[in-house]
C-alpha cells in the first residue's frame, strides 16, 4: 500500500462544548491520490476541514478525540508554521481573496512564506499555466473578477506554496454546470502534478469524477467509502448524491 500523506483516526469534534459535529471519523489519504469527502448539508464537512487545518478554535470547536497525522506526524503536537512548511494548505474558505488587491498581488500574498523571488515567480508562473484567465487579468483587483474566476484565484493563492496535500472546500460552490467541470479538470491537472487532494464536495458527481477514493458524511459520521468507480455504482449513492435511479 502507498504511504498515506494523511491519517484520520476516530476523530471527533464538538462545537461550544456540546454540539457534537464529527463522531469517530477515520479515513486516509495516500500520497499522490485525490480523496473526496461527499455529504449534504450540515454532514459535518467543513468542520472535518477545520480540524485539519487547524481553525476550529476562531469557530468555537474543538477536537476531543482522535489524531490527526499529516506525513506521519501528529498535528497537535506540530505548530501552524510547521504545517505550512510541510505543505499542508488549504485554498482560503468561501473565495475569501483579497478584493481590493489585483490578481499578482493576490498571488504575491499566497506565497508570502515563499522567501525566494525566483521560486515565487515560478510559482506565479505555473498558476498562470494552470489559470492562464488569470494571466489575462493578472491587473485586475480581485473584487472585479466572475465567482468562477475568483474560485480560481483561490486555489492560485494555495497553490503558491508548492503544497504537498491541497485542502479545497466545496469549490464548485455557486458555479455553473460548465465552470464545475473546469474545475474538475484543474484539479486532475493538479493531481498530475504530483500534488495530493483532498476535496470537500456536495457536488458528488463532481468529486467522484476527479477523486481515486471517496468517503461519504452522513450527520458526523463516515456512512460510507471506497473507490470513486465503487461508489458512484452503489445504488444508495445514485440515489440519494447523484440524482439518478
Ligand atoms: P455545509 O455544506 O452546509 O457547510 P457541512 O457538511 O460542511 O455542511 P458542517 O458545517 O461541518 O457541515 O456542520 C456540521 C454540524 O456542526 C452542523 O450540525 C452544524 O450546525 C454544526 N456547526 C458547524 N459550525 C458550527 C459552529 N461554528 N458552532 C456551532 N455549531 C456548528
Same mark, same amino acid.
Given at each position: 500500500?502507498?504511504?498515506?500523506?494523511?491519517?484520520?483516526?476516530?476523530?471527533?469534534?464538538?462545537?461550544?462544548?456540546?454540539?457534537?459535529?464529527?463522531?469517530?471519523?477515520?479515513?486516509?489519504?495516500?500520497?499522490?491520490?485525490?480523496?473526496?469527502?461527499?455529504?449534504?448539508?450540515?454532514?459535518?464537512?467543513?468542520?472535518?476541514?477545520?480540524?485539519?487545518?487547524? &481553525?476550529?478554535?476562531?469557530?468555537? $470547536?474543538? @477536537?476531543? %478525540?482522535?489524531?490527526? +497525522?499529516?506525513?506521519?506526524? #501528529? *498535528?497537535?503536537?506540530?505548530?501552524? &508554521?510547521?504545517?505550512?512548511?510541510? $505543505?499542508? @494548505?488549504? %485554498?482560503?474558505?468561501? +473565495?475569501?481573496?483579497?478584493? #481590493? *488587491?489585483?490578481?499578482?498581488?493576490?498571488?504575491?500574498?499566497?506565497?508570502?512564506?515563499?522567501?525566494? %523571488?525566483?521560486?515565487?515567480?515560478?510559482?506565479?508562473?505555473?498558476?498562470?499555466?494552470?489559470?492562464?484567465?488569470?494571466?489575462?487579468?493578472?491587473?485586475?483587483?480581485?473584487?472585479?473578477?466572475?465567482?468562477?474566476?475568483?474560485?480560481?484565484?483561490?486555489?492560485?493563492?494555495?497553490?503558491?506554496?508548492?503544497?504537498?496535500?491541497?485542502?479545497?472546500?466545496?469549490?464548485?460552490?455557486?458555479?455553473?454546470?460548465?465552470?464545475?467541470?473546469?474545475?474538475?479538470?484543474?484539479?486532475?491537472?493538479?493531481?498530475?502534478?504530483?500534488?495530493?487532494?483532498?476535496?470537500?464536495?456536495?457536488?458528488?458527481?463532481?468529486?467522484?469524477?476527479?477523486?481515486?477514493?471517496?468517503?461519504?458524511?452522513?450527520?458526523?459520521?463516515?456512512?460510507?467509502?471506497?473507490?470513486?468507480?465503487?461508489?458512484?455504482?452503489?445504488?444508495?449513492?445514485?440515489?440519494?448524491?447523484?440524482?439518478?435511479?
Amino acid at each position: 500500500m502507498p504511504d498515506p500523506i494523511l491519517t484520520v483516526d476516530d476523530l471527533a469534534v464538538a462545537y461550544d462544548g456540546a454540539v457534537q459535529a464529527l463522531r469517530g471519523v477515520s479515513l486516509r489519504v495516500d500520497t499522490g491520490s485525490v480523496v473526496a469527502v461527499l455529504g449534504s448539508n450540515g454532514a459535518g464537512k467543513t468542520t472535518l476541514l477545520r480540524a485539519i487545518s487547524r &481553525s476550529l478554535g476562531a469557530v468555537g $470547536g474543538a @477536537v476531543t %478525540a482522535g489524531t490527526i +497525522r499529516f506525513q506521519g506526524e #501528529d *498535528l497537535a503536537r506540530r505548530d501552524a &508554521s510547521w504545517v505550512v512548511r510541510a $505543505g499542508l @494548505v488549504q %485554498a482560503p474558505e468561501g +473565495r475569501r481573496i483579497f478584493r #481590493d *488587491l489585483t490578481v499578482e498581488d493576490n498571488l504575491r500574498a499566497g506565497g508570502y512564506t515563499v522567501r525566494d %523571488a525566483v521560486a515565487r515567480k515560478e510559482a506565479a508562473d505555473r498558476v498562470f499555466d494552470l489559470f492562464p484567465i488569470l494571466a489575462e487579468r493578472r491587473h485586475q483587483r480581485g473584487g472585479l473578477l466572475s465567482g468562477g474566476q475568483q474560485q480560481m484565484l483561490a486555489m492560485g493563492r494555495a497553490l503558491m506554496t508548492s503544497p504537498t496535500l491541497l485542502l479545497l472546500d466545496e469549490p464548485s460552490l455557486g458555479l455553473a454546470p460548465q465552470l464545475v467541470e473546469q474545475i474538475g479538470d484543474i484539479i486532475a491537472q493538479i493531481h498530475a502534478q504530483g500534488t495530493s487532494v483532498l476535496l470537500i464536495e456536495q457536488n458528488a458527481a463532481m468529486g467522484l469524477r476527479v477523486a481515486d477514493r471517496a468517503y461519504v458524511l452522513e450527520v458526523g459520521a463516515v456512512a460510507a467509502e471506497g473507490s470513486s468507480a465503487e461508489l458512484a455504482a452503489t445504488d444508495d449513492i445514485r440515489d440519494r448524491y447523484l440524482g439518478v435511479s
